[in-house]
């Protein structure tokens, strides 16, 4: 079969679909085009010099690896000239950047997590880009952290690059989920997962254990369950995975199902969850629905949640539908 680049596919989805038009095909490839860049600095590893600590911290206190730096630049410079952005917001800056006023402006906001699980980065271990399109809202010609806290089905496209063994992009524009591997020598995403679709049932859980004593009591009598196994309320063995990088979970989980779950914890109640609902919670929603999952806070549905604050963290259970459902069922009992 004639291998489909992801140009040809995004020129025949504009030809045959109304959902995406010049400009947000051009941004697609961009991003695309620039977690090339961040593969190829990701795969150097020591000896590129890019591992390590930048000596600085980010909004929300975390210290940020060289190359969540790197990744960060890399995404603004590649999206700044093109015409098809009104602003940018990244998990690393603390307020959108802004389209320099030599080039053009476009009507859409972008939205990423630059390098998602960087505690991964110098042991070697899979990490990944997130990013969300929304689009500025009519009249604003300079926007703001404000213009950016639209809801999560507003999206108008979706998606992360993982940095495993190969280098995945996948991609949602409201159509269903796609998946494209990075050829390294053509150095093209080459289309290779038409429509995925997330198993409804699962026996595979993701979550952070060691976090199990700061949980609610719903949250503590769900997970109960499914460690008691065959001989416990859900009549079956349940296995555990946990890579910490929340790309790399959500990539399993649309491969073969399962359910991740990031929950609130009351260790820091000023913290109502781990991740955050704009760059992280909302793109993984968004394909993960896409892909017929199931994503909610453990209350509502994720992507109806209203955001507030442009970084603001979120609890987040997703993946196979009846799991997620079955899980959430239990906050909504309060029990
Ligand atoms: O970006 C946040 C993140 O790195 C996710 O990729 C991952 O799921 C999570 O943090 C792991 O955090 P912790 O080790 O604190 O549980
Ligand atoms: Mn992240």
Known sequence: MKSISLTRFLIEEQREHQHLDADLRLLIEVVARACKAISIAVGKGALGGVLGS????????????KLDVLSND?????????????????????????????????????LFDPLDGSSNIDVNVSVGTIFSVLRCPDGVTEPT???????GTRQLAAGYAVYGPSTILVLTTGAGVYSFTLDREVGSFVLTGRNLRIPEETQEFAINMSNQRHWEAPMQRYIGELLAGKTGPRGKDFNMRWVASM???????????????????????????????????????????QAGGAATTGRERLMEVMPTDLHQRVPVFLGSKKEVERATAFHLAGG
């Open 74 to 110: 890399i995404l603004l410079e590649a999206n700044e000239w093109g015409g098809h952005l009104a602003a940018i917001a990244s998990e690393e800056m603390d307020l959108p950047h802004a389209i320099p006023h030599r080039y053009p402006k476009g009507e859409y906001l972008l």
């Open 247 to 289: 790309v790399a979970d959500v990539h399993r989980i649309l491969t073969r199902g399962g359910i991740f779950i990031y929950p609130r914890d009351l260790k820091d109640p000023s913290k109502p969850g781990r991740l955050r609902l704009m760059y992280e919670a909302n793109p993984m929603a968004f394909i993960v629905e």
């Open 145 to 151: 952290a404000e213009d950016f806290l639209q809801p």
């Open 54 to 65: 930048a000596q600085s911290e980010n909004i929300q206190g975390e210290v940020q690896k």
